[in-house]
């Protein structure tokens, strides 16, 4: 079975450069990756709400060819989440988050329960895909919001149940990055060129 047009042997080629840039990711910076692009967090996150593992995902994009990226968010030592400008632009996610955005609030039923990890989250005026990472006091959650990379701690009352299938077939649109030829020296990031 061929991904994106991709033939099974290009996909093996792919997957087995994948997990070979992993393996040396994790060893150059397994002390610095954040814990929000851990790929068992990621993993996790991702097959549990689309099915698919991070693997999965950049199989399904055409991730080594060259790509113009828009940062939506920074983390540390120069990780950082990017999306495909292309693909963030394409009319698919347009209608997703036009679909996400306009609903009548009387269709929008608060999360009642915690069990199910994915909802959508209100953050600025604006209803967006999310995983609820932790539950916190006095009615406040730490969501992960799939498509832009990002964290925050909102009300309960800013998660809605989404049951649109149509919500959740894109996979998410946030990609992990880190920039190579980083040092990092009391503090300060340097950057090497070669």
Avoid at 155 to 184: M, Y
Wanted: glycine share 4%.
């Amino acid at each position: 079975m061929a991904i994106s047009g991709f033939t099974d042997e290009e996909i093996r080629e792919r997957s087995e450069k994948l997990k070979s840039l992993e393996m040396v990711s994790n060893e150059l910076y397994l002390d610095l990756i954040p814990d929000d692009m851990k790929t068992e967090k990621l993993n996790k996150i991702y097959f549990e709400v689309f099915g698919m593992e991070t693997m999965d995902i950049y199989l399904s994009r055409d991730i080594f060819s060259t790509k113009s990226i828009l940062v939506s968010d920074f983390s540390s030592n120069g990780f950082f989440w990017a999306q495909d400008e292309e693909e963030g632009m394409s009319n698919k996610f347009r209608e997703l988050f036009d679909l996400l955005n306009h609903k009548d609030e009387n269709e929008l039923k608060p999360l009642a329960d915690f069990k199910i990890k994915w909802c959508i989250a209100e953050y600025c005026g604006e209803w967006f895909r999310a995983y609820i990472d932790k539950i916190l006091d006095n009615d406040k959650i730490q969501v992960f919001f799939f498509d832009y990379g990002t964290t925050a701690i909102i009300d309960h009352s800013c998660t809605r149940l989404e049951n649109n299938d149509k919500v959740w077939e894109l996979p998410p649109l946030a990609v992990p990055f880190v920039i190579k030829g980083i040092q990092i020296i009391q503090k300060k990031i340097f950057f090497l060129f070669s």
